[in-house]
């Protein structure tokens, strides 16, 4: 398949000024009548006409590179031809089908198991949930609880593992619970490998992996203040949390302390799974193995579904433990066995590396380059650029970074804003971007970065 015939050949083209006349309209009649809880039109005010690949059309007309993916679902494209078909052939049959077992959703759980690193290929079982990633963490806790009879629970600093209660706990960011009060009890978090920002205040050269030693003295200290918990989760590279890769032997030594300690150990490949980061799971980057996964965005084709996938000996489950209507997305079914074969028949693993390799070395010039870029990082397509007010002092520089995004927007670039001080310029496009779009849109950015800054100095 040629991948420039997946997007719009025209992108990036802005007619005019942003948002367009039309946009405004619907952006304004949103407003009035959704809850004010709405996100993602606030930092990029357009409303949404096609999706093309790695493209975007507006109801204007202007045509955007896509650099967010509809935050990372669309791995394999807007409107991907092939998943399109799939859905159709799907929706002729049955659309809603609980747990009951159709074709498509054994082909489909089989792929699961079957993508597999060797040591689990074939040892897992799957379970879906509800249609979200949050659900998927949900389930993997509880499904902890009932095997361990604990209760507590230790993430990491930087996490984001969704909206609903207990995927609100674990997710780091104070933002989001300081009115969402009480959360749920006995969860603490450890320091993740920051390491531009290592909360030891250690330089990588140094460095003792602080971090990981500390996990591990949280379980071993009885005064540590943490009853031997249920589970850890962690997201072997962080997206939310703005991009973050950690050293390999940070995960190895925290995946080591959980088997030492008998602690069920949850990876979080809800952003990060499905050849993102140029393995099909980026735990696959440290070589461990989790006992629990949890998976979900580009699981089901750009349609929701969610699971998780877990070692054998851990199917406790009783009869009907983690029920609900939603989880038997059989069309998300479909789109996803069509989206799997997508990325093994077109080499998605390896296209990802060469994407982000060619990505990463462009912008890693900004970091010599440019006063405000303090890091760029990232692998495979899951990548970030952390903008600072100084680069000895590292001070987030939160403006700096809305004026990336928004000034990138105006040029025709979607981009989106993660990272602890919402100073981390996110890019997770499409995987199957071209290198000539990808060449585009990255010079927009770097061009951006540098007006942004000379416009300051
Ligand atoms: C790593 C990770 N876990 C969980 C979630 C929650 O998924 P959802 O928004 O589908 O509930 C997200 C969403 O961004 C995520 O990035």
Redesign the pocket.
């Known amino acids: 398949m040629k991948f420039e015939e997946l997007s719009f050949s025209e992108a990036p083209k802005i007619l005019g000024s942003l948002p367009g006349i039309k946009s405004k309209g619907i952006l304004q009649h949103q407003r009035e009548i959704e809850g004010s809880a709405l996100s993602y039109p606030i930092g990029i005010p357009i409303a949404l006409d096609q999706g093309k690949g790695a493209t975007i059309k507006d109801v204007d007309g202007n045509v955007f590179i896509d650099f967010f993916a509809g ?1 990372g679902v669309m791995a394999i494209g807007h409107c991907n031809p092939f998943i399109m078909e799939a859905v159709k052939q799907q929706q002729r049959k049955i659309t809603h089908t609980l747990d009951f077992p159709t074709e498509i959703r054994i082909e489909l759980v089989e792929k699961i198991r079957d993508i597999m690193p060797k040591d689990l290929r074939n040892k897992v079982k799957v379970q879906f949930g509800g249609p ?3 659900d998927a ?1 949900e389930s993997a806790i509880k499904l902890a609880k009932f095997k361990t009879n604990r209760h507590s629970l230790i993430a990491f600093e930087g996490g ?4 609903t209660a207990t ?1 609100c706990s674990l997710t780091s960011g104070k933002f989001w619970k300081e009115k969402y009060i009480p959360m749920i009890p006995e969860i603490h978090f450890s320091p993740y490998a920051y390491c531009y920002r290592c909360p030891f205040g250690r330089v990588s050269a140094d460095c003792n992996l602080e971090c990981a030693n500390f996990f591990e003295h949280i379980l071993e200290d009885p005064h540590s203040g943490v009853v031997q918990p249920a589970a850890t989760i962690i ?1 072997p590279i962080q ?2 949390g703005g991009s973050i890769v950690p050293p390999p032997s940070f995960l190895r030594k925290i995946s080591e302390a959980c088997a030492r300690y008998e602690v069920p150990i949850i990876c ?1 490949e ?2 990060s799974g499905f050849c993102r980061t140029g393995e099909m799971f980026s735990f696959q980057h440290s070589g461990i193995t989790p006992d629990i996964i ?1 998976i ?2 580009a699981l089901g084709g750009g349609f929701p579904l ?1 699971a998780i996938v877990y070692r054998e000996e851990l199917d406790v489950w009783r009869k009907a433990a983690h029920i609900g209507t939603f989880r038997g997305n059989v069309t998300a079914m479909a789109a996803g066995v069509a989206s799997i074969n997508f990325m093994i028949e077109n080499d998605l693993l390896g296209y990802s590396v060469d994407i982000g390799e060619f990505i990463l070395s462009k912008l890693k010039k900004l970091m010599n380059n440019s006063n405000i870029v303090g890091e760029v990082r990232g692998k495979g397509l899951m990548l970030g650029i952390e903008i600072v007010e100084n680069k000895e002092t590292k001070k987030p520089a939160v403006e700096l970074t809305n004026m990336v995004r928004d000034e990138s927007f105006k040029r025709g670039v979607l981009v989106e804003i993660g990272g602890h001080y919402n100073n981390v310029v996110r890019l997770l496009p499409p995987l199957i971007i071209t290198k000539e779009l990808a060449g585009i849109g990255v010079d927009i950015i770097e061009d951006v970065i540098m007006t942004v800054e000379d416009n300051i100095s």
């Open positions: 935050a979200t990633g949050s963490v984001y593992h969704g909206m995927a997201e997206g939310e979080d809800i952003q949890t979900s965005k969610s």
